[in-house]
Nanobody, 129 residues
Framework: QDELVESGGGSVQAGGSLRLSCAAS????????IGWFRQAPGKEREAVAI????????YYSDSVQGRFTVSRPFANNTVYLDMNNLQTEDTAMYYC??????????????????????WGQGTQVTVAS
C-alpha cells in the first residue's frame, strides 16, 4: 500500500526558508522517483523538484533552481525539500508524489504530474511580502 505523508509547510516572510518532508512507504526495495509538485490557485500543478533513488542529478524547475534543494539522505524513502530565499510566487499547496523509476531510472525524466501514481495530501506554503 503506497502512502505519502508530507510535513513542514507553513507561513514565512519573503526571503525566508522552510523545509518540507515526505515519508513514502510502499517503495522499499523498488527503484523510485519521489518528487515535489506545487499548485497555486487557478494554476496547473507543476513539478518543482524530482529525486531519483539511483542518486542521479535531481530535476529542478527553472523557477526554483538555485533556491530549492531536494535530498534523500537516508535509505528509507524520506525525501526533503529545502526551500531558501522564498518569494511570494512560491505560495502554493505543495504535494509529494512517487512512482517507480523504470529501467535505468528513465521514468524519472518524465516530470508531468499525470505520470506519477501516488500522491500525498499536500502541505500549504505561504510566503508574505
Amino acid at each position: 500500500q503506497d502512502e505519502l505523508v508530507e510535513s513542514g509547510g507553513g507561513s514565512v516572510q519573503a526571503g525566508g526558508s522552510l523545509r518540507l518532508s515526505c515519508a513514502a512507504s510502499g517503495y522499499t526495495g523498488i527503484k523510485n522517483c519521489i518528487g515535489w509538485f506545487r499548485q497555486a490557485p487557478g494554476k496547473e500543478r507543476e513539478a518543482v523538484a524530482i529525486s531519483n533513488s539511483n542518486g542521479d542529478t535531481p530535476y529542478y524547475s527553472d523557477s526554483v533552481q538555485g533556491r530549492f534543494t531536494v535530498s534523500r539522505p537516508f535509505a528509507n524513502n524520506t525525501v526533503y525539500l529545502d526551500m531558501n530565499n522564498l518569494q511570494t510566487e512560491d505560495t502554493a499547496m505543495y504535494y509529494c508524489a512517487a512512482k517507480g523509476a523504470g529501467p535505468y531510472g528513465l521514468y524519472c525524466s518524465l516530470v508531468e504530474a499525470q505520470s506519477f501514481g501516488s500522491w500525498g495530501q499536500g502541505t500549504q506554503v505561504t510566503v508574505a511580502s
